[in-house]
């Protein structure tokens, strides 16, 4: 193979020739269905579950000594946590970009990568939750406050607030891609429970298929409400990030208050998330051979994705120093001023590094086919995704309109301990999601393979 | 009348079960459904399946879930607890709109799904069809046809005739109910 000619994985199949329904199937399900786990499953996995104990020592921490072990306090009271639940509810979005918006626009590719983009969405999404619920450092306060449920003491969430509607925006995206990726896994547990040796686990792939059989007048009812989830889960996706930018947009500071806050919210979403799967995609399909499936060409077209959005994002940059300029107001002037040389111009400047100069390396084909380099920039982009929330936070709220009201931030060890922890949960559920779940969906392959389509013919 | 559920041909291809299908229906089997690995337009074209009901039951959801949203907050804002926020108004009706706009997409997606499994039938934990052995192949690679022996025409040396005569056939078994 090493001698072949540089192909260029644009025009290359989305799935490698000579695969059957057979093959398909047998592959994708035996990485779930071995008997044996690989030693490097297990080796990643007992990391990343050691890693997300951090988790678990942060929020001890938290309930016994308050937020007083974060480092948020006056003036910058929106830290690590609102930074860390903004990057991960970011990288979560190209999940549903994956599974629904490229779904109705016939993009066939994305069959391969959409069930662990599923995944990846709602453990990202868990992540996230994680960041709200306990940033009050009393979340059992948080039930009445954010929640519209009949309590003793007569009160109601206040839904003029932004906050509010972030609490509608998020509930609802967990739960609909929840449904959503259930959905898409019916058919495949179905295809686990009739292919599965282990009684046992043939009867867990049983229950979670509900007893699905494949009939064509199930697949009718199915397929419809597909589409339909797809078309439902295009808009919410894109007003979930827009409602996030809503907490900082619908704010009178300098930096916060902006109209391109939401689009520049959504497409900072997406290329935070394209960046996410190619970092889990490029190791899963040499780990598990799935090379034949996600081929060179899925990766070119995610790194193309990549691409494009990281330039709305930088026109989202030069926008923000357009409107400080044009505004003419001397609040934003100076905002802008400090957010580039002030005491976290560092911060921003490696921002512009690695979400502005360092993707546009991919124009070059030669470097986007190289998947190092892929596997580099996308982690790139993921540092420098979360430190444009650091920027766009911290900046903004330090030096505010009253320099006798200014100070600095910094996260404490134990916000540091949070973050990482989460990492370590996020790629935890990871891990176990590909021991027992198909990690490429299993039908949906099946549709694209030569000779799946049969013409109707009327009469 | 027969004790069975009725008999299921298999096929290896998807194009012979579609045009067997076909040519169940043109015979007069109208009690029938045919079994695939994976969705096949065709398949619903060739069965005659009516048009699938989930598109309006997720509309009515998705209304439903606006009409909720909408007035919980709206009671809860303006007549359980009317409270001056900021001096605006009670009925701050663009406020409301995107908690709104997220509980008819909400009930709308639950809906239609919930309304798939209902029309399927779902959980269904017994089916006389996984009686056939060869039927785990229906999740991997093999197509079926059962005619049930419901159906009118249903006669257990005709219909199995009829099936072993179609194109592409591989095996006719019997289903036990």
Not at chain 1, 36 to 55: D, E
Not at chain 2, 4 to 9: F, I, K, R, S, V
Request: glycine share 8%; net charge neutral.
């Amino acid at each position: 193979m090493a001698s072949t000619p540089h192909v260029d994985p644009a025009s290359a199949p989305i799935i490698a020739p000579g695969h059957t329904f057979r093959t398909v199937t047998d592959k994708i399900a035996s990485i779930v269905l071995a008997r044996r786990t690989p030693l490097h499953w297990f080796l990643g996995f007992a990391i990343a579950f050691g890693i997300a104990q951090l988790v678990l020592l942060t929020i001890v921490r938290l309930l016994f000594w308050g937020i007083g072990s974060w480092g948020v306090t006056v003036p910058v009271g929106w830290g690590f946590d609102i930074i860390n639940f903004v990057w991960w509810i970011g990288i979560g979005h190209a999940g549903t970009l994956i599974s629904a918006i490229l779904l109705l626009l016939k993009q066939e590719w994305r069959t391969s990568i959409n069930r662990f983009a599923e995944a990846m969405t709602l453990f990202a999404v868990a992540c996230a939750a994680q960041y709200p619920l306990f940033h009050t450092g009393r979340p059992w306060i948080a039930a009445y406050w954010l929640l519209p449920y009949p309590n003793t003491m007569g009160l109601w969430p206040n839904f003029r607030s932004p906050l509010i509607w972030d609490v509608f925006a998020v509930t609802t995206y967990a739960s609909v891609s929840a449904v959503f990726w259930y959905v898409g896994l019916i058919p495949d547990f179905a295809t686990l429970r009739d292919r599965a040796k282990n009684k046992l686990m043939a009867m867990v792939y049983g229950v979670a298929s509900m007893g699905w059989r494949g009939s064509a007048r199930h697949w009718h009812n199915y397929e419809s409400a597909y589409l339909l989830l797809a078309g439902l889960a295009t808009p919410l996706v894109v007003s979930v990030h827009t409602v996030v930018s809503f907490d900082f947009a619908v704010g009178v500071l300098p930096g916060w208050h902006a109209t391109i806050f939401p689009p520049y919210f959504v497409a900072g979403a997406i290329y935070a998330g394209f960046a996410m799967v190619l970092t889990l995609a490029i190791p899963l399909r040499s780990w598990y051979g799935l090379k034949d499936f996600i081929t060179d060409r899925h990766l070119d077209n995610m790194a193309k994705v990549m691409l494009a959005t990281g330039l709305v994002v930088a026109y989202g940059y030069a926008m923000e120093a357009f409107f400080a300029w044009y505004s003419a107001s001397s609040w934003e002037l100076f905002m802008i001023q400090n957010r580039m040389f002030g005491p976290y111009g560092h911060m921003y400047w490696a921002l512009i590094l690695c979400n502005v100069v360092a993707p546009n390396t991919l124009w070059w084909p030669r470097l986007r086919h190289s998947t190092a380099w892929l596997f580099f920039i996308s982690l790139v982009v993921s540092v420098g995704m979360w430190l444009e929330r650091y920027v766009i936070i911290v900046t903004s709220l330090h030096r505010d309109f009253l320099p006798s009201s200014w100070g600095m931030y910094q996260g404490t060890v134990w916000d540091w301990s949070f973050f990482i922890g989460t990492i370590g949960l996020f790629l935890t559920l990871m891990y176990l999601f590909v021991r027992f779940l198909p990690a490429i969906s299993m039908f949906e392959m099946k549709t694209i393979l030569p000779g799946a389509r049969v013409e109707e013919h009327h009469g | 009348m027969s004790a069975l559920h009725g008999l299921m041909a298999e096929f290896d291809d998807p194009k012979a079960v579609v045009e067997a299908a076909e040519a169940a229906r043109m015979a007069g089997y109208r009690k029938m459904d045919a079994y695939s690995p994976y969705p096949i337009e065709a398949l619903s074209e060739a069965l005659a399946l009516p048009k699938s009901h989930v598109a309006k039951i997720c509309l009515a959801g998705g209304i439903f879930g606006l009409v909720a949203g909408y007035g919980l907050q709206y009671w809860s804002s303006v007549i359980e607890y009317p409270m001056n926020i900021g001096g605006r108004p009670f009925h701050s009706w663009v406020a409301f709109i995107p908690p709104a706009y997220e509980t008819t997409i909400l009930f709308a997606a639950f809906s239609a799904v919930l309304g798939m499994l209902a029309l399927n039938g779902l959980p269904q934990p017994y089916h006389p069809v996984f009686n056939v052995p060869a039927f785990a192949g229906a999740s991997r690679d093999k197509f079926f046809l059962c005619i049930e022996a419901e159906d009118p025409l249903f006669d257990v040396e005709k219909t199995r005739a009829f099936l072993a005569a179609q194109p592409g056939v591989a095996a006719v078994a019997e289903v036990q109910p």
